[in-house]
C-alpha cells in the first residue's frame, strides 16, 4: 500500500507558477506509476499528467502541455508538477494517485489508480 500527501497549492494570478509535491510513504514506490488529477468546480475529474514508475513516459493532457512538468525522485519518494503561465481555467482541487505496475506503459483513467491523496487546492486569480 502507498498513502499520499500533496502539498503546494495556492492562491496565485494568471501568468504565475506553482509547484504541487506529493509525498509517498512506503518502500515500493519505484513499484508506482504516478498521476495528477484534477476537478474543478461543477465539472469531472480529469487527468493533467502522469509519469511511469521509472519515469521514463510521461504523459500531459492537451490543456496543459508546455506550461506543467511533471517529475519523480523515487529516491525520495517524491511527485511533482511544476505548473507555469497558470490560467484561471486552471482553478481547481488537484489530487495525486497511484496504481501499481510491473511496465513502463500509463494508464490515463482514474479507475486504475487505487491510491489518492487528499487534494490540494490551486486557484488563478484573473
Known amino acids: 500500500q502507498v498513502q499520499l500527501e500533496e502539498s503546494g497549492g495556492g492562491l496565485v494570478q494568471a501568468g504565475g507558477s506553482l509547484r504541487l509535491s506529493c509525498a509517498a510513504s512506503?518502500?515500493?514506490?519505484?513499484?508506482?506509476?504516478m498521476g495528477w488529477f484534477r476537478q474543478a468546480l461543477g465539472k469531472e475529474r480529469e487527468i493533467v499528467a502522469a509519469?511511469?514508475?521509472?519515469?521514463?513516459?510521461?504523459y500531459y493532457a492537451d490543456s496543459v502541455k508546455g506550461r506543467f512538468t511533471i517529475s519523480r525522485d523515487n529516491a525520495k519518494n517524491m511527485v511533482y508538477l511544476q505548473m507555469n503561465s497558470l490560467k484561471p481555467e486552471d482553478t481547481a482541487v488537484y489530487y495525486c494517485?497511484?496504481?501499481?505496475?510491473?511496465?513502463?506503459?500509463?494508464?490515463?483513467?482514474?479507475?486504475?489508480?487505487?491510491?489518492w491523496g487528499q487534494g490540494t487546492q490551486v486557484t488563478v486569480s484573473s
Open positions: 494517485a497511484a496504481y501499481r505496475t510491473v511496465t513502463t506503459g500509463l494508464q490515463l483513467s482514474g479507475t486504475w489508480y487505487d491510491y
Open positions: 512506503g518502500r515500493t514506490f519505484s513499484s508506482y506509476a
Open positions: 509519469i511511469s514508475r521509472t519515469g521514463d513516459s510521461t
